[in-house]
T-cell receptor
Framework: DSGVTQTPKHLITATGQRVTLRCSPR?????VYWYQQSLDQGLQFLIQ???????AKGNILERFSAQQFPDLHSELNLSSLELGDSALYFC??????????????FGPGTRLLVL | KNQVEQSPQSLIILEGKNCTLQ??????????LRWYKQDTGRGPVSLTI?????NTKSNGRYTATLDADTKQSSLHITASQLSDSASYIC?????????????FGKGTKLSVKP
């Protein structure tokens, strides 16, 4: 158990819909990262937050957005869903530093299926 | 272009045997290199993090090497166990970028058979 929690574990929805994925980082971690992993694809970095502020952006679509709240939990919002958005979405946390050498601890992931 | 290439794509070995996974990268400037183990359907778990000055780092039966001159890394697994069956992902970070500048390899899928 990494200490990072993600809800829900599974999500089935229809094209055009909007969903929210939730992540709670490990106690004391200030950074939260979101990743997408499609079938047979590598992990794709989406976005990072540090202590409530957006820190870095990767290959995140405009239909996707995220935020980190004062209690440090984070939400990833996916809207106007398409079939190709079906994937495993992972959240990871690290910190409290920003030096870049910290280990990232991954949550169990949310499996999204868009029908 | 910053890239991380892993080989082989997949590997099948017998329990108890050793194996070596390869990672070549073109990421520049380099900050650190990480190896992760990912069980099917689960989140990756960090095995090692190596900086420019480190040549070898061990974590139990896992030993990672780094040659920053040739931009190559390897992960050696000794006396493999059935529980080693997983994907192994090599990740390289740009120096000077935020923690978000992580370039992921596609992984090597290892199957350990009894």
């Amino acid at each position: 158990d990494s200490g990072v929690t993600q809800t829900p574990k599974h999500l089935i929805t229809a094209t055009g819909q909007r969903v929210t994925l939730r992540c709670s980082p490990r106690s004391g971690d200030l950074s939260v990262y979101w990743y997408q992993q499609s079938l047979d694809q590598g992990l794709q970095f989406l976005i990072q937050y540090y202590n409530g502020e957006e820190r870095a952006k990767g290959n995140i679509l405009e239909r996707f957005s995220a935020q980190q709240f004062p209690d440090l939990h984070s939400e990833l919002n996916l809207s106007s869903l398409e079939l190709g958005d079906s994937a495993l979405y992972f959240c990871a946390s690290s910190g409290p530093g920003l030096a870049g050498g910290e280990t990232q601890y991954f949550g169990p992931g949310t499996r999204l299926l868009v029908l | 272009k910053n890239q991380v290439e892993q080989s082989p794509q997949s590997l099948i070995i017998l329990e108890g045997k050793n194996c070596t996974l390869q990672c070549n990268y073109t990421v520049s400037p380099f900050s650190n290199l990480r190896w992760y183990k990912q069980d099917t359907g689960r989140g990756p778990v960090s095995l090692t993090i190596m900086t420019f000055s480190e040549n070898t780092k061990s974590n139990g039966r896992y030993t990672a090497t780094l040659d920053a001159d040739t931009k190559q890394s390897s992960l050696h697994i000794t006396a493999s166990q059935l529980s080693d069956s997983a994907s192994y992902i090599c990740v390289v970070r740009n120096y000077g970028g935020s923690q978000g500048n992580l370039i992921f390899g596609k992984g090597t899928k290892l199957s350990v058979k009894p």
